[in-house]
């Protein structure tokens, strides 16, 4: 992974976010697969081309494509199930979402990925219902916990690089 070239590309105001990288990607509870594959997901939903390049940099195709398929199922649901949260309704979604029951990874990877991808765009709907799942299948809180701050960090970072990009620009 290049996540020093990540780093290095951070200005020095945000020298937080670049200590955070580092501290996020080291010691945490979660598998490489899981921990990479939770990056990518989040940087696909920050839109973000470099933040996306270096850290997918070297994953299996397989993880990459997974985290990518995350990242877009939860962009519709996301949108479709916070919006019906505050309107109230109960209305069946009739939604085509095949790719949550065969990610092509581990369910619980899947789940993460889902995870911190709500809680990038505030989906308090399906943050729960990830959080549940994940939890109902034995994973550890720490885990979960592991998963917002890559997600925090990852969209911070991407959040810096993009104002950083605009105001090169000019």
């Known amino acids: 992974m290049s996540l020093d070239a990540l780093r290095a590309a951070l200005p020095e105001y945000a020298a937080d976010i670049e ?3 580092g501290l996020v990607f080291t010691g945490s509870s979660l598998s490489e697969q899981q921990l990479w594959g939770t990056a990518v997901a989040v940087a696909v939903a920050a839109r973000n081309a470099v933040v996306l390049r270096e850290l997918a940099e070297d994953l299996a195709p397989e ?3 997974a985290a990518k398929a995350a990242a877009s ?3 519709m649901n ?3 199930f916070r919006a019906k949260h505050m309107i109230g309704s109960e209305l069946p979604a ?3 979402m095949r790719v949550v029951a065969r990610p092509g990874v581990d369910k619980i990877d899947f789940e993460l990925w889902c995870l911190a991808v709500s809680a990038v765009t505030g ?3 399906c943050v729960v219902a990830h959080n549940d799942a994940l939890r109902a299948a034995g994973v550890s809180a720490e ?3 592991d998963a917002l701050r890559i997600a925090a960090v990852v969209h911070s970072a991407a959040v810096t690089l993009d104002a950083e ?3 090169a620009r000019g």
């Open 19 to 21: 200590q955070n990288l």
């Open 143 to 145: 885990a979960v916990n």
């Open 165 to 167: 990009q605009a105001l």
């Open 63 to 65: 993880v990459v494509t």
């Open 78 to 80: 996301n949108v479709y």
């Open 73 to 75: 199922v939860m962009a």
């Open 123 to 125: 989906c308090e709907v």
């Open 94 to 96: 009739r939604l085509r």
